[in-house]
């Protein structure tokens, strides 16, 4: 009798292990036809979207599906990978039929907490010469809606460095997801350079950029719409109000405002073959001052950016232009700067130019090899009428994701100069 009960234990766990290889077998036949991510009135797909609440490298496994043979074991871990990422309560998934005959689509169904707070860090940069800048966010998530709150001191984007709040209120599915509205409201104290405050004194100088500045308030309302998975439109408008540098002197004005019109068309595609993966990025940005708001700058700002991207195992090269156009009267804001974190690395702008232009062409290669880089800018900015003159940096340093950490050298004829940076900046 034991020796009957030992065969009927053993005949039974070979027929489970039959069962298990079968549906594993059965399950390997089909072929992913596409992937989803979708919660509560969101969705994505990872294999088109550049969805900025996953990682890198999260989205670019799940795009690996696609094309492959359906893996139950990878599915599973990639589920409870996406759930440590959103934060979410849970994230299960689903396999459902596909278009053709053998595939199936798999979806990962996303249950985030209705409320929760994250704390980011878009930007922590120190450079050798303009010092630190550094912002820091809160944000509030309450379903489909965003509240942001926020600290900035930025020295590096603009002419001036500027201080003060940023609060944001987004709503990330406006009937669809493919439509979002923002609401933004900055508050900023701005801080001079010594080299702008005497440029502001040459001739000609104060008809070309208006009056400085010491605070700046600005309202701005958005609308972001997905035309295509690729394409994306934004419209809208920006109320900025402009308290002068020296109040009280009778031919500044109290006060002055530059309302504009703001749209912009980006484009993100990312292509993956066997052996070489392609990023390629394009925008344009328009801002528009008119009386017809209310402003006292009659002007257009247009700036276009293009980048793409080639990586090879650990070899990447990247290659980044920019060209930007600023027609009639802007604030000094507005104005095109180069020579920072981003563009001709290891110049000073107050060198380049301390008021900025109205012309900008700027350029940069990249090479990569894992986290080591090397770089070299090259770009020139001047005002209409005025004498081209191109510069040229070239660079090195270490980059994991967002923080780096570089020497850039301007290429000029004397001694040189390098200026060392370290920092994050997305």
């Known amino acids: 009798m034991k020796y009957a009960w030992l065969g009927c234990l053993l005949a039974g766990s070979l ?9 594993t077998n059965v399950n390997t036949r089909y072929t992913v036809e596409a992937v989803t991510i979708q919660g ?14 996953l990682s890198s490298g999260l989205r670019r496994e799940m795009a690996a599906l696609v094309g492959g043979k359906l893996n139950p074991s990878a599915l599973d871990d990639l589920a409870k990978r996406l759930r440590k990422e959103l934060h979410a309560k849970s994230v299960d998934h689903h396999v459902l039929r596909g278009k053709q005959q053998d595939y199936v689509q798999v979806v990962f169904d996303v249950k985030l907490p209705p409320t929760r707070f994250d704390v980011s860090v878009p930007k922590f940069l120190y450079q050798s010469r303009p010092g630190w800048s550094g912002a820091v966010e809160g944000t509030a998530t309450v379903y489909q809606n965003g509240f942001t709150l926020g600290l900035v001191s930025d020295g590096d984007e603009l002419a001036e460095r500027y201080t003060g709040i940023e609060a ?33 004194s040459a001739p000609g100088a104060e008809t070309a950029v208006g009056d400085l500045y010491r605070t700046r308030q600005n309202f701005q309302p958005m609308v972001t719409f997905v035309v295509a998975r690729p394409l994306t439109v934004s419209f809208g408008a ?3 109000r402009l308290d002068p540098e020296t109040p009280g002197v009778a031919a500044v004005p109290a006060m002055q405002a530059a309302n504009a019109f703001l749209a912009n ?14 990023n390629i990025n394009g925008s344009y940005d328009l801002r528009m001052g008119t009386r017809s708001l209310g402003s006292d700058f009659a002007y257009g700002r247009h700036r276009w950016q293009f980048r793409y991207a080639l990586t090879h195992g650990k070899h990447t090269v990247v290659d980044e232009a920019m060209l930007g156009v600023l027609t009639g009267q802007a604030p000094l804001f507005e104005r095109f700067v180069l020579g920072n974190s981003t563009t001709l690395r290891g110049w000073n702008k107050y060198d380049i130019d301390p008021l900025g232009g109205n012309r900008m062409v700027h350029n940069s290669v990249e090479y990569r090899y894992g986290a080591f880089q090397v770089f070299y800018d090259s770009g020139a900015i001047w005002d209409t009428g005025q004498a081209v003159i191109a510069r040229n940096s070239v660079g090195v340093g270490l980059r994991q994701g967002a923080f780096f950490v570089a020497m850039a050298f301007p290429l000029r004829e004397g001694r040189a100069e390098p200026m060392f940076m370290v920092g994050m900046n997305y």
């Open 15 to 23: 027929l489970f292990a039959g069962n298990q290889d079968s549906e």
């Open 40 to 53: 509560n009135g969101w969705s994505t797909d990872p294999a088109a979207d550049r969805d900025k609440r």
């Open 168 to 200: 944001r209120y987004e709503n990330r599915h406006l009937g669809t997801d493919r439509a979002r509205l923002t609401f933004e409201f900055d508050s900023f104290h701005e801080q001079w350079n010594g080299t702008t405050l005497s440029g502001m």
């Open 238 to 240: 920006s109320f900025e």
């Open 265 to 278: 068309a980006a484009f993100h595609q990312e292509i993956e073959g066997a052996d070489f993966e392609h």
